[in-house]
C-alpha cells in the first residue's frame, strides 16, 4: 500500500540552493533527498 506524503516547499536564494546542491552531490543524492533525510533527523531527534 502506497504511503500519503505531503509536498514540502521551500524558499531559499539561490546562493545556497547551489551549495545545497553540492553537499547533496558529494553524498550521491538529490537536493529533494537530503533536504527530506535533514527533516527526518531533525524532528526525530527533537521528539526525545
Known amino acids: 500500500m ?3 506524503k505531503k509536498r514540502f ?3 531559499v536564494d ?3 540552493f547551489e551549495k545545497f546542491k ?3 552531490q558529494e553524498q550521491n543524492r538529490t537536493a529533494g533527498n ?3 533525510k ?3 533527523d531533525y ?3 527533537n521528539e526525545k
Request: charged share 25%.
Open 38 to 40: 535533514l527533516i527526518i
Open 22 to 24: 553540492k553537499l547533496a
Open 2 to 4: 502506497a504511503e500519503d
Open 34 to 36: 537530503l533536504g527530506t
Open 9 to 11: 516547499v521551500l524558499l
Open 43 to 45: 524532528v526525530k531527534e
Open 14 to 16: 539561490n546562493n545556497i
